[in-house]
């Protein structure tokens, strides 16, 4: 029944691993998975569960109960979706400290999953031994700040206003004709609430006559507030009327674009191996190259790249290199103040889920024709399993660029000249969140670097206004005119990565290597006045580990292993090398930017704790900023050799122009994490040339 569904929301599920409960249990499954793997369909099926909870006390003790009798329970929903956890959780209780899964085989070990719901509008956190079907445990979040949006309350929601008089009636003044309206569900935020406030998003609403570009045509000057917990509309205003901008240009579908065509590319170019595949997928562990990785998908952050390791010739094994990576959250604040507009300032992620937002990725256009698909399992509406089906695509690419090359013209009456071209392996998942598509990239190189890249498509949000040319705007029209009647608004994405490195082990140090200018001290025989040279820092505590990344004061950003050195002896280590990247430009004691405080510096780091995974809060809707990185970096703790965590935010502020109308081509942006002293040398250096240099050479010497 929906109205029972609505309260109980089953959101994300973590299979939680103990490996001290594996040593200690001697009757076990049969190792058919690896310990981070998501849950499989069939352990979906059979992990359906019901919760009792009609009377508060029995919110302390929901029960398992496949066999009650539906109307003795509130809801029943399907245990689905995942996201790995090096956790120990046991009864509500840590027990020890967590124990990192290391091995890449699979393993029997006990399925335990945690669920977060919502149920007679309180945040329940659970945790279910899946293969008993049990609960283990059951907690209320009592803190500030709402979990995930659930495709059910989604559904729900974005139906009120056509249930609603006062809308209804705003609809036929503007003389638009309802049965084409479509709403969709914002997040409220905070703006300063001392007590506790309700659930509540803001429903606005679109105009896609003419066109599927919804996002071009909105309805402005209404606001409608939704309370998600009791599902009707508690608040709305309509304070003026400007025209919807219109259809005409919007359209993007190749089916309903006209002549002329262009610019003209030829195609489909196809790089495909003639040898097959170059990679090899057993489950969820991925082998390429010298790579071997977990990959995994989350209902919130997409996907979870675990157990990154690269193989070293010299050593003749492979090396762990980050033992988990993932977006840790998205922050997205628009820059209009007004009243329709000045809240949106979205936590992709933790409000929406960025996972279970996955789109099925399209071969040939989303992914190159030689791709491999894999779908993807999450809570889905009825907290019933649902599938994506191709949420990733894993594919080599041919990148058309050098590993590396030389020619040698020095030496007398021989030219000499080597070249490698690189091949590189790419998992791909893009998030369609509402407006937006993120492209989400981690490519692994065989020279050990990991490259992650983020690319921004989709349709910028934009402002109906009464202005239909440049000269119409007197004031801050807080953006672009793109089209006549809108205005692209001015905004920022700022997306965050959990990097977990473990850089040949667990324990590791971070340096800081900063570049300065030395000015040669008289002693020199020198002409020269200055020079650059690296003074290395290891961070001590988390404050060392902050950084506000500054052109003009480079520093070479590095995670070393002080335990592991080269042959020759400096530390193993991995550089994270920034790409592009800026920083917040809002004031520090503005609403949005207390709740996304972890934006202020682009690197922070912290010591490995299990419970520290969302960078922006674990329930970041209508947060207050009370628990995200900044909060927990308060304790300044030591972060010099031990099991750290690297945390990554690129920021882009996205000033809309008009070629991003009527949908705005991929705006990219990443970092790498590069070997640096981990490797003896270039473990590309033997590489085998992709053509045959032998055949090559004979030809031309046949022919001298
Ligand atoms: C509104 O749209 C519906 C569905 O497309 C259509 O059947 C109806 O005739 C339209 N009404 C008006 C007044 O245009
Ligand atoms: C905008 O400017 C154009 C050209 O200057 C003018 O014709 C039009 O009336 C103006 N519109 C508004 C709403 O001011
Ligand atoms: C782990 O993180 C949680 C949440 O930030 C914090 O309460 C706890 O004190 C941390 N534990 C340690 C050992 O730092
Ligand atoms: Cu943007």
Redesign the pocket.
Known sequence: MASSLGQLLFLFFFPLVSYSTLSSTSVLKKPSHHPLDPLSPAETQVSKFCIKGAKMRSLHAPVVCPAVHPRRVNACASLVGYTGSKTRFIRNRFLGSPAKIVKTQAAAVPRRAAAIARLNKQTLELVIDVTSRSMLSSQIYRGFGYPVYSPDEKSLAVDLPFRYGPFIESVRRRGLNLSKVVCTLFSAGWYGEVEKTKRVVKVPCFYPEGTVNLFMRPIEGVTLVVDLDDMKVVDYRDRFKVPVPKAEGTEYRATELKPPYGPKISGPVTVQSSDGPGFDIKGHIIRWANWEFHLGFDARSGPVISLASVYDAEKGGYRRVMYRGFVSEIFVPYMDPTEEWYYKTFFDCGEYGCGQSAASLRPSEDCPANAVFMDAHFAGPGGLPAKISNAFCVFEKNTGNVIWRHTEFGIPQKEYTEARAEVTLTVRMVAALGSYDYIMDWEFKPSGSINIWVGLTGVPEVRGVTYTRRENITGDAFGTLLAENTIGTHHDHFISFHVDLDVDGQTNSFVKNRLVTRRTSTNHVSPRKSYWTVASETAERESDGQIQLDPTKPVDITVVNPNKKTKIGNNVGYKLVPGLNSVPLLSEDDYPQIRAAFTKYNIWVT?Y?K??KWIGGKYPDQSRGDDNIAV?TRGN?EIENKDIVVWYTMAFHHVPCQEDFPIMSVLKGGFELKPTNFFDYNPTLKIKPLVDLHAHWSNCSSKN
């Open positions: 010591p704790n419970s520290e927990w703790r």
